[in-house]
């Protein structure tokens, strides 16, 4: 059976095509599945009988499976999907006034070990498809609804859940066409970011096939920090990454990259290190997104203290750098930034090496 999940429109077009059907048909079937949620193509009403009897016997639409939901004080929601042979990935809802964020996973842990995050400290077992990764935003769409006036409450969509989205570059880029696809979602580009830990060749592609905005996660001002906290920092240090975002910036939407910052107690965080974070990115048009590091138990981090972020953010701001602190939402159903586990079986040893790294 073809999952049709795992189609964005070329490829679907390209399915009917092979099944001896028309490219309109592809767009009609995109605007069942993502908009109005259909897993049945017994719903397709405006399908001939016979197309909808050929689907049924050679295609199916299936989505991941929900294995729990919790919802925070805050309205925050997380989901718990089911990646099968025991491993699951996270997903997680954020409203805010103005909007509703779904923060989607891409992998089943991850293989890159930063050093302050959970997903990272579990290790790797593989990548998500394309239906597991848009899944996720089919599934939430379906569990939230509408809103009073009508419209979705999915607004934005970030690429940082679990995993590095530019190491599962094709499955990630097939999602985020289907999110940008007027057939589908129907998501403008500055309300879908990829986040980054930094893989420079990737990052050049992902501007080339759906140049989304782009957030990257820099955590420290100069190599031999980050080459601790980031170990990808080793293969693709500051100066090349600092030119990969100039790039970015000369075919993307946005006019700035957004720079993740974690904020780790006497590790990362000294007026100093901000200084030397302006200088950094001075070439680079910018907006700092600093995070209070979100603790877990085999963690060896403490959160900065308020007044340390608050001379930090005062020293970039007073450079003329625009800055946010991140707020950190859902924390009593462990869902804020760093703190997605799901389930993830080791297949890569990593989390072994990981002990290993002593700061
Ligand atoms: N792999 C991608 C996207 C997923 S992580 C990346 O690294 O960018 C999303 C963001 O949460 C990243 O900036 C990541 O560095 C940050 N993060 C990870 N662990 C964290 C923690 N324990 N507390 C706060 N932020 C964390
Ligand atoms: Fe992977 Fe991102 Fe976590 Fe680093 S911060 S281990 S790249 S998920």
Redesign the pocket.
């Known amino acids: 059976m073809t999952n049709l999940l795992d189609f964005d429109l070329d490829g679907l077009t390209r399915y009917f095509a092979e099944i001896g059907e028309k490219p309109f048909r592809a767009k009609q079937v995109m605007r069942w599945m993502h908009q109005r949620g259909a897993d049945d193509f017994g719903q397709m009403s405006d399908l001939a009988k016979s197309l909808r009897e050929k689907l049924v016997m050679s295609a199916e639409i299936q989505p991941p499976r929900i294995l729990s939901e919790h919802r925070s004080e805050d309205g925050t929601v997380k989901w718990l999907i089911d990646t099968g042979t025991g491993n699951a990935v996270e997903t997680v809802f954020i409203p805010e006034n103005d909007r509703g964020t779904l923060?989607v996973s891409?992998q089943v842990g991850?293989a890159?070990a930063?050093t302050?995050?959970?997903?990272?400290y579990q290790g790797f077992n593989r990548n998500l498809s394309a239906s597991e990764i848009i899944g996720q935003v089919w599934l939430a769409n379906r569990a939230l609804g509408k809103d009073p006036k009508g419209e979705r409450i999915i607004s934005n969509v970030?690429?940082?859940?679990?995993?590095?989205?530019?190491t599962n570059f094709d499955n990630v880029v097939t999602a985020l066409h289907i999110m940008l696809d007027d057939h589908a979602y129907g998501l403008s580009r500055r309300r879908v970011t990829?986040?980054?830990?930094?893989v420079v060749p990737a990052m050049d592609r992902l501007g080339e096939a759906c140049p989304v905005a782009l957030?990257?996660?820099l955590?420290a001002p100069n190599d031999p920090l980050r080459d601790v906290l980031?170990p990808i920092n080793k293969k693709y240090p500051l100066r090349e990454l600092m030119s990969a975002c100039q790039r970015y910036l000369a075919v993307a939407p946005r006019d700035f990259i957004t720079f993740?910052?974690?904020?780790l107690a006497g590790v990362n965080d000294s007026v100093a290190q901000a200084q030397e974070l302006i200088a950094l990115t001075r070439d680079v048009p910018s907006k700092f997104?600093l995070?209070?590091?979100?603790?877990?138990p085999q963690?060896g981090?403490a959160?900065s203290k308020p007044d340390a972020i608050r001379r930090f953010r005062e020293t970039l701001q007073e450079a003329g750098r625009i800055v946010t602190t991140?707020k950190t939402r859902g924390d009593d159903i462990d869902a804020?930034?760093?703190?997605?586990a799901g389930k993830v079986q080791d297949k890569t040893k990593r989390t072994q090496r990981k002990e290993e790294v002593t700061l």
């Open positions: 923060c891409s991850c890159l930063c302050f995050c959970s997903t990272g970030v690429m940082m859940g679990m995993g590095e989205p530019l990829v986040s980054t830990s930094g957030a990257v996660s955590h980031v993740e910052y974690v904020m997104n995070i209070p590091f979100n603790p877990f963690a981090y959160r991140r804020a930034c760093g703190q997605l």
